[in-house]
């Protein structure tokens, strides 16, 4: 029986022991902290870039903002549509007033022509109509197109500025920056 | 004669009439009750779901279709590559449904006389999948395969020059598949059409098993024991999605404005219209004011209108006319059924809404991007 006892092989690692390997409470830690910044930095860049990807170097489109003619070259009750294919505006004149039209159909977004014999603008999507006022009178469209801000260069031509728009609904073709006195 | 063949026809698909006229003529082809039925059975409508019945309906569509094609209008519309999956689904439609029309009646048939369905016959009777059903799938997907090989090697992709924002073709059409929901903006704000109902259709489809608890006619074809569901889910497939997909293809010319299929698209006609509000109706023509300036007094009717229908309508309903049906699958089921049930009738209801009285919406807020 003893010299079973002596057989029996030591336990090899005792608990007291000290392993240098170990991590340890403080170690633990401080790899947690490396790997969550390294996480973060990396997760952070990637979105930063996806996010950057979105904004492109060079834009090619037309400028904001353009000249379109003297006022006298447009006849009372006239709708010119010379700038709808370049700057999506119509230049109307009304009776008293002269102002830009988007070209953006307030129900989803196409283009809709100009019928000059029946006085109106119709979306050829879903059939929205819209008067030479931009007003909406028939199909879905829930809302009148936008005006965009219009005023007298110094060389007297007119400038449209498409960076800003008026909308109807918000009682903003009141303001007198929409259109331009006859 | 053909002529005048041809003229009764455009009139007649003005969508105000066929609309109608499916809708009416409906629960006569698919009862929906016994007294539907009893009409059913004394016309002879039920001889559809027979074989006479399968080729007289094939004959009238190939009828229509070839007319059309010798019809200098229709031909245009007609031969367009875009629309040939169109004719393809008008044809496998009305076969896939005859079909299943035609052994659900023999079905009800033997189900009248104490006999098990048709597919019953034999009851350790059994199909595996692997090899009876996969086989089969294979080989019809091998065989759609080839079809679709040789169709793109023959027929040319329908290409347009490129796309242009200033530009948009007159009309514009969504591809074939969507001309549905095409047709519902028409109708509705572009966030209800083309959002709010698709998901409910989408939702509304995966709920059908939690909401249809009826057990009979599982594992086999019949009409009888299930026909109020069928006829609910089929007005809602062939006339809500599928007659509004051929409206779309063949009956919608430019401007969007409407064209019988021998009629010639002129760009220049004139339809007048004009679409006003709910509330426009009830503050300026009715009662002669102007609008309101605040929003929420402005569209309250349009909103007492909203609850009065989604709201009140069903707890009436649960108290009078459904109210065995209610106490039978309770109050949570009823909830669902009356929601998608509800918006799904919301379409035929704002078309005629449109149609007769030109109104445009029920609740109007563009302030809020908010139009129903």
């Keep these: 029986m003893t010299e079973d006892i002596k057989t029996t092989p030591p336990a090899s690692v005792t608990p007291a022991e000290k392993d240098d390997n170990a991590l340890g409470r403080r170690g633990f830690f401080r790899w947690m902290t490396v790997g969550w910044i390294a996480f973060s930095a990396a997760t952070g860049g990637f979105f930063t870039v996806i996010v950057r990807f979105l904004f492109p170097n060079v834009l090619f489109e037309p400028p904001q903002t353009f000249k379109a003619g003297f006022p006298n070259d447009y006849a009372s009750n006239f709708v010119d549509t010379r700038y709808k294919k370049k700057f999506n505006v119509w230049m109307v004149r009304d009776e008293e007033s002269i102002f830009a039209l988007s070209t953006v159909c307030t129900h989803l977004g196409c283009t809709p022509n100009w019928l000059g014999t029946e006085n109106k603008f119709k979306c050829p999507c879903h059939g929205s109509g819209f008067r030479m006022t931009g007003i909406n009178f028939e199909g879905p469209a829930p809302r009148p197109l936008e005006r965009y801000k219009i005023s007298v260069a110094t060389d007297g031509q007119i400038l449209v500025d498409k960076t800003k728009s008026f909308k109807w609904e918000k009682g903003e073709w009141e303001n007198a920056e929409s259109f331009l006195k006859v | 004669m053909l002529q005048t063949i041809k003229d009764i026809i455009d009139i007649l698909s003005a969508p105000t009439v066929s609309f109608t006229f499916l809708t009416v003529a409906f629960p006569f082809v698919f009862p929906p009750t016994d007294w539907f039925e009893k009409i059913h059975r004394k016309f002879g409508i039920w001889r559809l779901w027979t074989k006479p019945g399968f080729y007289g309906g094939m004959f009238a569509i190939t009828f229509f279709f070839v007319v059309g094609y010798f019809d200098p209008n229709f031909h245009v519309t007609l031969t367009k590559a875009d629309n040939f999956p169109i004719i393809l689904m008008i044809y496998s439609m009305f076969i896939t449904i005859w079909w299943s029309m035609y052994q659900a009646y023999l079905n009800d048939e033997r189900l009248e006389n104490g006999l098990k369905p048709n597919e019953y016959n034999d009851p350790d009777d059994k199909v595996l999948v692997w090899p009876d059903l996969v086989y089969i799938e294979f080989i019809a997907l091998i065989l759609f395969m080839v079809f679709l090989i040789v169709w793109s090697i023959l027929v040319a992709a329908p290409l347009e020059e490129p796309a242009n924002p200033a530009a948009t073709p007159n009309p514009s059409k969504a591809p074939w598949y969507f001309l549905g929901l095409q047709e519902m903006l028409v109708y509705f704000d572009p966030w209800i059409a083309g959002i709010v109902f698709p998901m409910f259709i989408i939702i509304g489809m995966m709920a059908i098993p939690y909401m249809d608890i009826n057990k009979k006619g599982d594992g086999y074809y019949s009409f009888k024991e299930r026909r109020i569901g069928m006829f609910i889910f089929m007005y809602g497939w062939l006339v809500l999605w599928l007659f509004l997909i051929v409206i779309g293809t063949f009956f919608r010319g430019p401007n969007w404005n409407f064209f019988g299929p021998f009629e010639y698209w002129d760009a220049h ?95 109007a807020i563009p302030e809020w991007f908010f139009n129903i």
């Excluded at chain 2, 023509?285 to 909203?306: D, H």
């Excluded at chain 2, 918006?343 to 030109?358: D, E, T």
Aim: charged content about 15%.
């Design chain 2, 269 to 363: 006609k004139v339809v007048p219209l004009n679409n006003v509000n709910l509330s426009e109706y009830i503050w300026v023509k009715t009662l002669g004011t102007g609008l309101p300036a605040n929003i929420l007094i402005r569209e309250g009717i349009g909103f007492l209108v909203l609850v009065a229908y989604m709201g009140i309508l069903p707890i009436l309903l649960a108290k009078s006319w459904l109210k065995n049906y209610f106490q039978e699958i309770g109050p949570v089921r009823y909830t669902f059924i009356m929601l998608f049930g509800l918006s799904m009738l919301a379409l035929p209801i704002k078309m005629y809404m449109r149609w007769l009285f030109n109104l445009k919406y029920i609740i």
